[in-house]
């Protein structure tokens, strides 16, 4: 079985520009998370789906950042313009078991690499 | 909000030595999950506690939730090189994961 499949693994901009990154979750799972990773940090939830709906976006930067996922499958994180800050990996996980993984936890993509520079 | 804190941040020992890490909140969760990260790669979950003062074991490794569900610990036994890497523990509560800094692990040969 295929896992969390991300894409760019790596991506460098300038400030300013836009940048978008992509996820494929498990087939079956229908919560998908976005996740943005500051070095030496843990984890921070940006967003949450539950199919295709948005059931939790208060820690997304709204200005800047936008998410969708059309057909309750792919999802795709724009940030535009990127910032110095926004530097960090950008993780996308899914899971099932109702949307809450509690029992089941959460399967990562490997995550995409941004810099900003 | 609910926060992890995890100790200690960074630890770096030979291989065969024990070692324990801890996580500890004011917030209590129903349920707390350990995850180990590798350069690179994104979490891979090890264990999932529920139940206050439960015990798992895999392995080498020990997990043990608080009685108050509040805080846990991850013992490792003869730690090996395999074993380095960025440990985290996350809380569920309120339907989201909250994520500790985590704790980086590094055995050497």
């Known amino acids: 079985e295929a896992g969390v499949v991300q894409s760019p693994r790596y991506k460098i901009i300038e400030k300013k520009q836009p940048v978008a990154f992509w996820c494929n979750p498990i087939?079956?799972?229908?919560?998908l998370y976005w996740y943005r990773q500051n070095l030496g940090q843990g984890p921070e939830l940006l967003i949450r789906y539950e199919n295709e709906e948005a059931v939790d976006d208060s820690q997304l930067p709204k200005d800047r950042f936008s998410a969708e996922r059309l057909k309750g499958v792919d999802s795709t994180l724009k940030i535009q313009p990127a910032e110095l800050g926004d530097s960090a990996v950008y993780l996308c996980a899914s899971s099932s078991s109702g949307g809450r993984g509690e029992n089941y936890g959460y399967t990562f993509g490997s995550g995409t690499r941004l810099t900003v520079v | 909000t609910q926060l992890l804190e995890q100790s200690p941040q960074f630890l770096s020992i030979q291989e065969g030595e024990n070692l324990t890490v801890y996580c500890n909140s004011s917030s209590v969760f129903s349920s707390l999950q350990w995850y180990r990260q590798e350069p690179g790669e994104g979490p891979v979950l090890l264990v999932t506690v529920v139940t206050g003062g439960e015990v798992k074991k895999l392995k080498r490794l020990t997990f043990q939730f608080g009685d108050a569900r509040k805080d846990s610990s991850l013992h490792i036994t003869a730690a090996q090189p395999g074993d380095t890497g960025l440990y985290l523990c996350?809380?569920?509560?309120?339907?989201?994961?909250?994520f500790g800094k985590g704790t980086m692990l590094l055995v050497s040969p």
């Open positions: 996350a809380g569920w509560g309120y339907s989201t994961l909250t």
């Open positions: 087939s079956g799972h229908n919560t």
